[in-house]
Nanobody, 122 residues
Framework: QVQLLESGGGLVQAGGSLRLSCTAS????????LAWFRQAKGKEREFVSGIRFTYGGGYYADSVKGRFTVSRDDAKNTVYLQMDNLKPEDTATYYCALRNGGVIFASSYDFWGQGTQVTVSS
């Protein structure tokens, strides 16, 4: 079993920054990916960004390219999402997810975190 612990959400003004963290513990796979999804009220869950452990670059949704940066700490099994120039439309609950293998944009991930709220005021 895998546990995902997210942190770093909060309230920020438009143009501000936040950094989310997600740490995986338990029986992780030898090669796995961690991704961030978000779900705003009344909308479907959508892919935001993802990265594969222990190699590979980041993947991003078009809506966050150039503003968000995903990174990882292999030793800590932790992925970070640095969110800059935040916009009100980034307001959502952000979820960390893990799957065996590479990053995919669909939500077919094996394990999910509880979510952390990000609210961007205008």
């Amino acid at each position: 079993q895998v546990q995902l612990l997210e942190s770093g959400g909060g309230l920020v003004q438009a143009g501000g920054s936040l950094r989310l963290s997600c740490t995986a513990s338990g029986r992780t796979f030898s090669s796995y990916s961690l991704a961030w999804f978000r779900q705003a009220k009344g909308k479907e869950r959508e892919f935001v960004s993802g990265i594969r452990f222990t190699y590979g670059g980041g993947y991003y949704a078009d809506s966050v390219k150039g503003r968000f940066t995903v990174s990882r700490d292999d030793a800590k099994n932790t992925v970070y999402l640095q969110m800059d120039n935040l916009k009100p439309e980034d307001t959502a609950t952000y979820y960390c997810a893990l799957r065996n293998g590479g990053v995919i944009f669909a939500s077919s991930y094996d394990f999910w975190g509880q979510g952390t709220q990000v609210t961007v005021s205008s």
